[in-house]
C-alpha cells in the first residue's frame, strides 16, 4: 500500500515543477499537492495522510504555523518542513514541531529516501501503543541540522578536521556539551580544550558525530526542572555506556561500522526517558516511584504507566532521525535482547551488556543484569568478566593519566 503524503507549496510554478519531479517516486508514495497551509488543514481533515511536507514561507498561515496545527490536531502524521537552512531565524521556529528538516531546493529522491527512513519505524516498533505514546510527545528534538552538515563536509574532498570544529562552532549549546565531554575525566586529557576545533581533533570525525546527536537531544532538554529527574546524571549514564559499549566492541574484534554503531547506540539509549520526562513528566514521576517501591526496573514500571517504555520510544525517534537500522534495534531492544534474531555479536549485544556494567559500576552491585540465556545463546556467557575487567582496567588508566 502506498504511504500518503501531504505537500504544501504555495508558488504555483514551483508546485508545479514539483508535481513533474514526482514522478519519480510515483511507485511508492501517493502524493497529494495544496498551495496553502489553510487547503492542507482542510484536506487534512477529510483524508488521512502518513506524512505532511510543507514549505517553510507560506503566507496567512505559515508553515511552523501549519506544522503546531499538525502537531495538534493530527499528532501521529510525521512533519517535515523544506527550508532555505541559511535562514536559521525562520527555521528555529520549527525546532519542535518538525520531525525533519529538508533543505531546498529537495530532489525527488532525496524527498523519498528521508520519507521511507522516518515511515520505516512502523514496521518493527512493537505495536499501537509505541506510536499512541510517540503522538503525546509534543517536546522531540528535531534532527540536528549540524549533524548532517558535519556529515555533509566529510563527503567533501576537501574536508578537514579543522573545518567540522568550524561548523559545530556556530551550535553554542553542542559546543558547550561536547567541550564538557572532552574535558570530563572519562577522555583522561591531561590539558583543558577551550575551543569545538581542538576538541574535534581530539575525539575524532566518529566520536565526534557520536557526540553531536547526544549534545544536541540533551542541550533541547535542558529546560527539565523535575527535581526527581536529573539530566546530569543521565548524561553521564549515557556517556560511560556508549564507551562500555565500543571497548565491549573493540575486544570481540567486531567490524568497525559495528564499534561506531555499538558506541552511537551506547551513547543514546536512553534519550527516550529525556522524551517521557519532558513532555510526561508527572505519569514520569509515578513510574519512578512505582520501580522503587515494588523494587522493579524502570522499563518495567513504564510499561505498566505508559503502556510502553522508555527504550522503545527512544528507538522511535531515532528511527524518524533516519539513523542507521542496528543503532536503533539496539535502542528499542537494550532491556529485551532475546527478542532480536541474530545469532553473532551485534551493537545490541555490547549495548546490552555495557549499559548493565555502567548500573552496576555506578551502584557498587556484583550481579550483572543481563540476559544470561541470550549471552549463552551467542557463545558469550564467558565473556561477561572479560568485558567487565577491560571497562575497569580503561576508566582506571584514563583516571591515572589525568
Known sequence: MKRKILLVEEQPKVRQELESSLHAIA??????????????????????FDAVVTDLRLSVINGAQLLNEVMERHPKVLRFVLSDLSDRQATMKCVGTAHQFLSKPCDPHTLASALERALAFQNWLPGEKVRSLLAQMHKLPSPPQLYF?????????????????EIIARDPAITAKILQLVNSAVFGLK???????????????????????????????????????????????????????????????????VVDEAYTAGMLHDIGKLALAANLPQQYTEAAMVAAS?????????????????AELGASMLAIWGLPIGI?????????????????????????????????????ATDLPVDADYLAQLGLDQRLP???????????????AN
Open 27 to 48: 511507485d511508492s508514495f501517493e502524493f497529494t499537492l495544496v498551495g496553502s497551509g489553510t487547503e492542507a488543514l482542510e484536506r487534512m481533515e477529510h483524508d488521512s
Open 149 to 165: 552538515q558535519v556529515v555533509k563536509m566529510l563527503q567533501s574532498p576537501d574536508s578537514s578536521l579543522e573545518g567540522v570544529g
Open 191 to 257: 590539558r583543558s580544550v577551550a575551543s569545538p576545533v581542538e576538541a574535534v581533533m581530539f575525539l575524532g570525525i566518529d566520536t565526534t558525530k557520536s557526540v553531536i546527536l547526544l549534545a544536541h537531544s540533551f542541550s533541547y532538554f535542558d529546560r527539565i526542572k523535575d527535581s526527581d529527574f536529573s539530566v546530569e546524571n543521565l548524561w553521564k549514564h549515557s556517556i560511560r555506556t556508549g564507551n562500555f559499549a565500543r571497548l565491549i566492541a573493540r575486544t570481540e574484534k567486531a567490524a568497525k561500522e
Open 294 to 310: 515494588r523494587r522493579i526496573p524502570l522499563w518495567e514500571a513504564e510499561e505498566q504507566v505508559f503502556g510502553s517504555n522508555h
Open 328 to 364: 536503533i534495534e539496539a535502542v528499542a531492544l537494550h532491556h529485551h535482547p532475546a527478542q532480536f534474531l541474530s545469532q553473532s555479536f551485534c551493537p545490541l549485544t555490547a549495548v546490552h551488556a555495557a549499559n548493565a556494567l555502567e548500573h552496576a559500576e555506578a551502584s557498587g
Open 386 to 400: 572479560v568485558w567487565w575487567e577491560q571497562c575497569r582496567t580503561a576508566e582506571k588508566e584514563a583516571a591515572e
